[in-house]
């Protein structure tokens, strides 16, 4: 960071167990480059995006928090706040070496398919379309819509079948209101899909029970 008059470095990682032995080879799109503002956010776009989301394989310059704070209580905080903070650099640094080993933890929240704070990740992605639309091309909104909306309804309906008036389902609700017109505008949905999701923010029930198909479209 110093070398370079960077605002933000971001190194590789490396998955491994709880006694610390790597566990399996990843290809990793990091590499030794010094990026500009809009050079890092279109990271996102790019296929495993993880290595520039994640919030424990950077070094910080403090003032990049100074107007910025995670949502108390989620998960999924990093998607929450990366655009935001990329958005502020003027200058990031990405080493390819590996110096950062990431546990992974049988029964984490991060593996558990049945915890409820994994719908955290819809208000996240949601902000992020609001905030880089008009900012990042067309093609890359409509990436960013497709992540947001590829397993919305299926966690929304699992999860309702679990507890209907869980928090998670409100949220995820409230952010769907937020980014309907993004997701129509990116040609996410037929006019057709729109209807009906349109049925589905009056009524997720009747969304369900006239239209659900457990792909989001009409039968």
């Known amino acids: 960071m110093k070398a370079t008059e960077s605002d933000l470095a971001i190194c590789n990682f490396v998955y491994v167990d709880q006694k610390g032995r790597k566990i399996q080879n990843q290809s990793s799109p ?4 010094i990026l500009s503002t809009d050079e890092v956010i279109e990271k996102l776009f790019q296929d495993k995006n993880c290595y520039y989301v994640v919030a424990w394989n950077k070094l910080y ?16 905080e990093d998607e929450a706040v990366v655009h935001r903070i990329f958005a502020k650099c003027k200058k990031v640094v990405t080493i390819d070496e590996k110096l950062y080993y990431y546990r992974q933890v049988p029964g984490s929240i991060m593996h558990s398919g049945n915890n409820e704070k ?9 902000d992020r379309l609001i905030f880089l639309n008009n900012r990042v091309t067309e093609e890359n909104i409509r990436k960013l819509a497709y992540q947001y909306w590829y397993n919305f309804l299926n966690d929304f309906f699992h ?7 869980a928090d998670g389902l409100k949220r995820m609700k409230k952010s769907l209101i937020k980014v309907f017109y993004i997701l129509v505008q990116c040609k996410l949905f037929t006019k057709k899909d729109a209807l009906g999701i349109m049925i589905f923010l009056i009524s997720p029930g009747i969304y369900q029970k006239l239209i659900y198909n457990g792909e989001g479209r009409w039968d």
């Open 61 to 76: 310059k403090k003032e990049l928090w100074s107007d910025i704070k995670y949502p108390v209580g989620h998960i999924h």
């Open 118 to 126: 994994r719908l955290d990740k819809y208000p996240a992605l949601a």
């Open 159 to 165: 999860f309702g079948a679990i507890n209907k008036k």
């Open 30 to 33: 990091i590499k030794n480059e």
